[in-house]
């Protein structure tokens, strides 16, 4: 096989799934319960709900194949969060949860020679 070949280059699609895999694998790593993976509202996507402890995480996942434009977490805007809250409003509500909601961001850097992960919590808050 080529050295070119060796590498096959995921697609944006691709990645953003390898990123969301990444990201529970090491939420479940650090103890965190998984109770949602692509959660939609209206046109808000929730990428994962967790919960640890009597805290719900809603977790936004970012993954780049490179940081040369930003980081990925910097590509979480101001209208994502406004949906995000809207989305994580109604995912409270309809399952009448009495828990204290928490925004993370996880930021997944994956490419032929790396692959890192940050793990952002209390990334930003709601209103």
Request: proline share 2%; net charge neutral; charged share 30%.
């Amino acid at each position: 096989m080529s050295q070119k070949n060796k590498f096959r280059i995921m697609n944006h699609n691709e990645l953003g799934k390898w990123g969301e895999v990444f990201a529970a694998d090491y939420l479940l790593k650090k103890g965190y319960k998984i109770l949602e993976r692509n959660w939609f509202f209206a046109k808000a996507e929730i990428d994962i709900i967790a919960q640890k402890g009597e805290i719900l995480i809603i977790c936004e996942v970012k993954t780049r194949n490179s940081d040369f434009f930003g980081d990925p977490q910097d590509f979480v805007t101001p209208s994502k969060i406004k949906l995000l809250v809207k989305a994580a409003n109604e995912y409270i509500v309809s399952n009448d949860l009495d828990l204290e909601a928490r925004f993370d961001i996880i930021a997944v850097l994956k490419n032929k020679n790396r692959e890192k992960l940050e793990h952002f919590e209390d990334a930003f808050y709601h209103f």
